[in-house]
Nanobody, 126 residues
Framework: QAQLAESGGGLVQAGGSLRLSCAAS????????MGWFRQAPGKEREFVAA????????DYADSLNGRFTISRDNAENTVYLAMNSLKPEDTAVYYC???????????????????WGQGTQVTVSS
């Protein structure tokens, strides 16, 4: 079993930045595909970003338009999401996820993720 814990959420004005962190425990994070998803009230959880085991491949939701960057530090068992130029529509609970599947077949799909954190709230004011 892997345990995930997010941190770094908060309240920020439009145009500002936040960096979210996800600390993994229970198994080496280097064996896991790591992803970030978000869920706004009344909406389904949606894909934001993912990173492969080694960090050699990253993918993002098309709607982000280059504003977010995912990275991982396997030695620290931590994955990050740097969020820049935040918009009110980015407001959501952000969840860290991990899965043991093949990256190309799993990274975008909430149903493929085996482990989830509890989420951290990001609120962007206008």
């Amino acid at each position: 079993q892997a345990q995930l814990a997010e941190s770094g959420g908060g309240l920020v004005q439009a145009g500002g930045s936040l960096r979210l962190s996800c600390a993994a425990s229970g198994r080496p994070m280097s064996t896991l595909v790591m992803g970030w998803f978000r869920q706004a009230p009344g909406k389904e959880r949606e894909f934001v970003a993912a990173i492969s085991w080694s960090g050699g491949r990253t993918d993002y939701a098309d709607s982000l338009n280059g504003r977010f960057t995912i990275s991982r530090d396997n030695a620290e068992n931590t994955v990050y999401l740097a969020m820049n130029s935040l918009k009110p529509e980015d407001t959501a609970v952000y969840y860290c996820g991990a899965n043991t599947g093949r990256y190309s077949e799993s990274y975008y799909n909430t149903a493929k993720y085996d482990y989830w954190g509890q989420g951290t709230q990001v609120t962007v004011s206008s």
